[in-house]
């Protein structure tokens, strides 16, 4: 993408009355609205997945492909939709698959989400956000998109910027499909083997868990609320396990800082 005066001729000046490129941006909004109005999203949770444990093994155990199909849909729905709890879903992937069957599974549908609302993000605002784009931002855009692999890899692999975020500003920056979904596929994979596998070692918590709540409610007939139901995942995202991830976006970076560096020793 190249600019001039101002402007960013990667996308054209959308026509008047082009309200239909809006319609995929409308629609994930308001499914997201809807999802929430109904509570859905609070389903997203440890309490859900451990008071039904057994009942998911067994399904899983009887309807493995149906089971594991359904996993990965709703991770895509998910992350499509933007809403709370991608971190309980890989974990619950990794208890109730396995990792080694979780880890790609989750890594496909993380993708394909990703990708829903990268496209979403750049048919709506894409076009609009190049049209009045002034220098700083034409500039910026050339500058990612030079190095769109990289950088991607680097917010991908660094635990600090929200997924959402992440799947959004590429599409605002132009930056290219294909770059897009490898930069995603790369990115999340050391993230999600991590959880996963952490994931597949909480059965043990979630039997002690269940036999704490059920003890509690039998104490407790008349007061449930009395009883809380809860998972710390706090001690599975270590401080080492950040640094871990902060290191590889930085190694992420290498490429960029070394081209960068040979550009600059050039033109002395």
């Known amino acids: 993408m190249k600019c001039s005066d101002g402007q960013c001729a990667d996308f054209p000046t959308p026509p008047k009355g082009k309200w239909r490129k809006w319609l995929p941006l409308i629609a994930i909004v308001a499914l997201m609205a809807f999802v929430f ?14 008071l039904n444990y057994e009942r998911l093994m067994d399904f899983i155990e009887a309807n493995f ?54 496209l979403a993000a750049r048919s709506s605002l894409g076009e609009a ?26 917010l991908r692999l660094l635990p600090v ?7 959004v500003v590429p599409a605002l920056l132009g930056v290219p499909l294909g770059t897009y979904i490898l930069g995603t596929l790369l990115g999340i994979i050391p993230g999600t083997y991590a959880f996963c596998v952490a994931g ?8 002690a868990q269940n036999r704490i ?7 407790n007939p008349e007061n449930a609320s009395a009883c809380p139901y809860t998972v710390d995942t706090s001690a599975l995202v270590t ?26 020793n050039a033109a002395v």
């Open 37 to 50: 109005a109904m509570g859905w999203h609070e389903h997203l949770s440890f309490k859900t997945i451990g």
């Open 65 to 118: 492909a149906t089971a594991l199909s359904i996993y990965v849909l709703a991770y895509i729905v998910v992350v499509a939709l933007s809403l709370p709890g991608g971190l309980i879903m890989t974990l619950a992937g990794g208890l109730l698959f396995g990792w080694v069957i979780a880890a790609p599974a989750t890594i496909f549908g993380a993708t394909v989400g990703a990708t829903i609302i990268f």
């Open 129 to 154: 956000l190049a049209a009045k784009a002034g220098p700083w931002v034409c500039k910026l855009k050339n500058g990612f998109q030079e190095n769109a692999l990289c950088y991607l890899l680097f």
């Open 161 to 167: 910027f929200p997924f959402v975020v992440v799947n």
């Open 200 to 207: 597949a070692g909480l059965g043990s918590v979630i039997d």
């Open 213 to 219: 709540y059920r003890d509690c409610l039998a104490n």
């Open 239 to 264: 401080k080492e396990l950040l640094l871990a991830f902060a290191l590889l976006g930085i190694v992420a970076l290498i490429p960029v800082i070394i081209k960068k560096w040979s550009k600059r």
